[in-house]
C-alpha cells in the first residue's frame, strides 16, 4: 500500500514536500511516479525516479521546481516542489511499479505502474 501525503494550502512562490511511503512492501525494487490531476483535468505524470535512484525525469514544467528523490531505508520517495504556481493546484498520487532488471527505468505513464497512494491535494494562491 501506498500513501501520499504533505500537500496543503501554500502561497504562490512557496514550497511543500511531498512524501510517498510504502507499507507491506519495500520500495528498493520499484521505479516511483508522481502524478497530478488538476480540477477539471486529466492526470498526468510530473516526475518520476528510478528503482537505482540514479536515474530521474521531470515533465518539463517543473523542471528547475521539483526534485524527486528516495530513502530506501525510510522506504519513502519525495517530491520536494518550489516557486510552487496556482497552476500547480491539484491531487497529487504517487504510483509504483516493478521493471525487473531495468532499475534505471523512469515513466511518466500510468499504464507503467501497478500500485497507487490514495492522493494529496496541493492548493496554491495567487
Known amino acids: 500500500q501506498l500513501q501520499a501525503s504533505g500537500g496543503g494550502l501554500v502561497q504562490a512562490g512557496g514550497s511543500l514536500r511531498l512524501s510517498c511511503a510504502a507499507s507491506g512492501f519495500t520500495l528498493d525494487d520499484y521505479t516511483i511516479g508522481w502524478f497530478r490531476q488538476a480540477p477539471g483535468k486529466e492526470r498526468e505524470g510530473v516526475s518520476s525516479i528510478s528503482a537505482s535512484g540514479g536515474n530521474t525525469y521531470y515533465i518539463e514544467y517543473v523542471k528547475g521546481r521539483f526534485t524527486i528523490s528516495r530513502d530506501n531505508a525510510k522506504n519513502t520517495v519525495y517530491l520536494q516542489m518550489n516557486n510552487l504556481q496556482p497552476e500547480d493546484t491539484a491531487v497529487y498520487y504517487c504510483?509504483?511499479?516493478?521493471?525487473?532488471?531495468?532499475?534505471?527505468?523512469?515513466?511518466?505513464?500510468?499504464?507503467?505502474?501497478?500500485?497507487w497512494g490514495q492522493g494529496t491535494l496541493v492548493t496554491v494562491s495567487s
Open positions: 504510483a509504483a511499479g516493478s521493471f525487473g532488471q531495468y532499475l534505471d527505468y523512469v515513466s511518466v505513464s500510468e499504464n507503467a505502474y501497478e500500485y
